[in-house]
């Protein structure tokens, strides 16, 4: 009995601890009627903006660094994502029409585009570099397709920040996930 006990409460003890290593310094937001969640750093508040994504997030000290949700309609409600493209083809397509479209005064370069899958949902993970009117940025972007909708996961920061918060906003992103 005592030997069962040991044995219990050393698993329960080694499950919390990779549960909490995985969740540690993060929040949960939850959208349960757009359906969606996702992990975002202690200290950064919700921010709203007239005409702006669906949620917003920003360090509260280093505002420059935000996570947000855009929510758009596909012109095929029945489109999965890899009828939008290959992971390479939708990060160029959104580095010329989202991040730096003409006339924005922006340059996006597409550093490394991967897909995974979560549950039934496969996703998108891009990653950028972006000058924004002579600032250098980093970001993050995890697409995916649900319900006949296009959901746009964005994590950036200046590029000077990046080295310090590569490992937290990779966390983050990969933490998007639609239901």
């Not at 009117?133 to 950036?156: C, D, I, N, P, W």
């Not at 080295?163 to 966390?171: C, S, T």
């Amino acid at each position: 009995m005592f030997k069962r006990l040991l044995v219990l409460l050393t698993l329960a003890l080694t499950l919390s601890s990779c549960v909490t290593q995985a969740t540690a310094g993060l929040n949960s937001f939850v959208d349960g009627q757009d359906g969606y969640e996702f992990l975002y750093p202690l200290g950064w508040v919700q921010t709203q903006l007239a005409n702006g994504p669906d949620v917003l997030f920003r360090d509260f000290i280093e505002q420059t660094e935000n996570v947000s949700v855009v929510i758009g309609d596909l012109s095929d409600p029945q489109a999965s994502l890899s009828d939008l493209g290959s992971p390479t083809d939708v990060g160029q397509r959104m580095s010329q029409k989202v991040i730096a479209p003409p006339g924005s005064d922006r340059q996006a370069e597409l550093i490394s585009a991967r897909q995974h899958t979560n549950g039934n949902h496969d996703y998108y993970v891009l990653e950028y570099a972006v000058n924004a009117r002579g600032q250098q940025r980093h970001e993050l972007v995890s697409v995916v397709t649900s319900r006949g909708k296009l959901f746009t996961f964005s994590a950036s920061t200046l590029e000077r920040r990046w080295p310090k918060i590569q490992e937290l906003l990779g966390r983050v992103v990969e933490s998007f996930t639609v239901y």
